[in-house]
């Protein structure tokens, strides 16, 4: 059973880092992307960023742009996401998904999820 676990959220103030983490268990099929979504109270699950799994190709949502960084560990099956100068727009339960075919951005192509890790940025 593919197993997506997310860790690293947290409370911080305005302009301060996290680095979420990702780590992928369960699988031995190669996949092809893996990606981050969040959503805040009140809104819908969107697109923050995506990694190819073997091209490294990389994908943002403009929010995230210049402030966060998707990178990964192949070998730990783990994808991360660094998030620099936060804001409070920012605040969402980020999730982490597992595409099977190509890097995408739209959570319908993503087919298994991670349960979420709560990120709080006070102002």
């Known amino acids: 059973q593919v197993r997506l676990v997310e860790s690293g959220g947290g409370l911080v103030q305005a302009g301060e880092s996290l680095r979420l983490f990702c780590a992928v268990s369960?699988?031995?099929?190669?996949?092809?992307?893996m990606g981050w979504f969040r959503q805040a109270p009140g809104k819908e699950r969107e697109f923050v960023a995506s990694i190819g799994w073997n091209s490294g190709v990389r994908y943002y949502a403009d929010s995230g742009k210049g402030r966060f960084t998707i990178s990964k560990d192949n070998a730990k099956n783990t994808v991360y996401l660094q998030m620099n100068s936060l804001n409070a727009e920012d605040t969402a339960v980020y999730y982490c998904?597992?595409?099977?075919?190509?890097?995408?951005?739209?959570?319908?192509?993503?087919?298994?999820w991670g349960q979420g890790t709560q990120v709080t940025v006070s102002s």
């Open positions: 369960g699988r031995t099929a190669a996949w092809s992307a």
């Open positions: 998904a597992l595409a099977n075919f190509g890097v995408p951005k739209l959570s319908t192509e993503f087919a298994y």
